[in-house]
């Protein structure tokens, strides 16, 4: 009898929109900012440059900056990149905004709450025990393999423990592919 998976199965995790950022306004209560649109502002100082993304409160509007750049030689900077900045280049917006580095200078969290889907083949249930399941992700979208399993394969999360081995430690949330086998029910 061999315990090879005969079935393999694609899952992709992707990005939707971009994901808020918790940030507590300093004007309202509200503890969620939006890039919006995305958009950058740029201030030349001599030779120098600082950069920032603007971000809004979701209640009031107010804008904050964080910084992207501060004090940096114009010369250092790529040209295409410079223009990016200038123009509010949208995928610019995204690749600084999940810059885990940009989070840790300016204190923020990304919150995921509904900036992503999972693409899932149906699971053939019937037949061919066990299925093995490779999960990939597009974008670095943390997510906790458990709650992942359970969402995908809608079980629970008893069912997902009893029944799915993984590669991975399954209650820590990640942003690398890894993959899980499940087992028929016996
Ligand atoms: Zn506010």
């Given at each position: 009898m061999s315990s090879q998976p005969h079935i393999v199965l694609p899952w992709v995790v992707h990005r939707t929109r971009l994901p808020l950022l918790s940030w507590r306004c300093v004007d309202c209560p509200s503890e969620s900012a939006t890039t919006g649109a995305g958009r950058f502002r740029v201030n030349a100082n001599g030779k120098l440059l600082d950069v920032w993304l603007l971000v809004r409160c979701v209640r009031c509007d107010r804008t904050s900056k964080l910084t992207?750049?501060?004090?940096?030689?114009?010369?250092?900077?790529?040209p295409v990149e410079l223009h990016g900045y200038h123009v509010n280049d949208s995928r610019l917006v995204a690749s600084t905004l999940l810059d885990p580095a940009l989070a840790r200078r300016n204190r923020f969290a990304l919150d995921w709450t509904d900036a992503w889907r999972l693409d899932a083949p149906p699971t053939?249930?019937?037949?061919?025990?066990p299925v093995r399941v490779e999960v990939a992700f597009r974008d670095p979208v943390p997510v906790r393999p458990d709650r992942l399993v359970a969402r995908g394969l809608g079980l629970s999360r008893p069912e997902v423990q009893r029944r799915v081995k993984c590669?991975?430690?399954?209650?820590r949330s990640r942003i690398a592919g890894f993959t899980f086998t499940l087992m028929s029910v016996r």
């Open positions: 992207v750049y501060e004090r940096t030689p114009v010369s250092s900077f790529d053939p249930l019937d037949e061919a025990w590669d991975v430690p399954m209650r």
